[in-house]
């Protein structure tokens, strides 16, 4: 089992910056990747970024390249999101998974979710 929590979330400004955590506890992670959805009602769960924990090699989705950054500390076992130029439309429910394979997109693909933590974006 992975357990993930994540932290960071919270009310920022239009044009704002966030960073958000995710903590791994549990299994070994060095063959894992880890990666960050987000949820709103309208669109549903979308991918947002994930990296390969062994690696460090990334994807984000087209519409976060540039603003999002995706990073990883190993000795502390947690994951980053660095979420720049915030805007309304990011306003979401941000969760982190783990994959026991490679890097990929689909959220059914990923084993372990953390509970979320909530990123509300005011204009």
């Known amino acids: 089992q992975v357990q993930l929590v994540e932290s960071g979330g919270g009310l920022v400004q239009a044009g704002g910056s966030l960073r958000l955590s995710c903590a791994a506890s549990?299994?070994?992670?060095?063959?894992?990747?880890l990666g960050w959805f987000r949820h709103t009602p309208m669109k549903g769960r979308e991918f947002v970024a994930a990296?390969?924990?062994?690696?460090?090699?990334?994807l984000y989705a087209d519409s976060m390249k540039g603003r999002f950054t995706i990073s990883r500390d190993n000795a502390e076992n947690t994951v980053y999101l660095l979420m720049n130029s915030l805007n309304p439309e990011d306003t979401a429910v941000y969760y982190c998974?783990?994959?026991?394979?490679?890097?990929?997109?689909?959220?059914?693909?990923?084993?372990?979710w953390g509970q979320g933590t909530q990123v509300t974006v005011s204009s």
């Open positions: 998974a783990a994959r026991a394979e490679g890097i990929a997109t689909p959220a059914w693909s990923y084993q372990y």
């Open positions: 549990g299994r070994t992670i060095s063959n894992y990747a």
């Open positions: 990296i390969t924990w062994s690696h460090g090699t990334t």
